[in-house]
């Protein structure tokens, strides 16, 4: 799993944490103050990035986090079936599968010159982000 460690109180909304294996991005934190006998507690909430679903943590502030090491790449469109998209990576030439998200369904046009993706992998999941 490639993945770096930090602390709870270091994740901030907007980062990258990894939650039930799951990478996922952290959309509220909320601290508690240190009580009489214990230490100050964090609790996050994230939305998984590759699923949607939305997790909930709750650890001292000082308890180490996991936090995705995302890799952003860029890749060509092949061809296109249904909801499947064949994309070849613009470095390494390797070609993969994914599904296609709602919003470049009607944007991605398979061969074209100029048709380029964004897309981000961890582990095993592949997620495409932009299209340009």
């Not at 994230?46 to 939305?54: E, I, M, Q, S």
């Not at 943590?57 to 249904?82: L, N, T």
């Amino acid at each position: 799993m490639a993945t770096t460690t930090s602390t709870m109180r270091n994740a901030k909304p907007g980062s990258y944490i990894v939650v039930d294996g799951e990478a996922c991005k952290v959309s509220s934190m909320t601290k508690s103050k240190p009580g009489k006998h214990g230490a100050a507690k964090v609790r996050l909430e994230a939305v998984g990035l590759f699923d949607g679903k939305k997790r909930a943590v709750m650890k001292p502030a000082d308890a180490p986090v996991d936090m995705p090491i995302i890799d952003k790449r860029k890749a060509q469109v092949i061809s296109i079936s249904g909801s499947i998209v064949q994309l070849m990576d613009l470095e390494s030439y390797d070609t993969f599968e994914t599904s296609i998200p709602e919003e470049f369904k009607s944007r991605l046009t398979p061969g074209s010159e100029g048709t380029e993706v964004v897309y981000w992998t961890f582990e095993r999941h592949i997620l495409i982000k932009e299209v340009r």
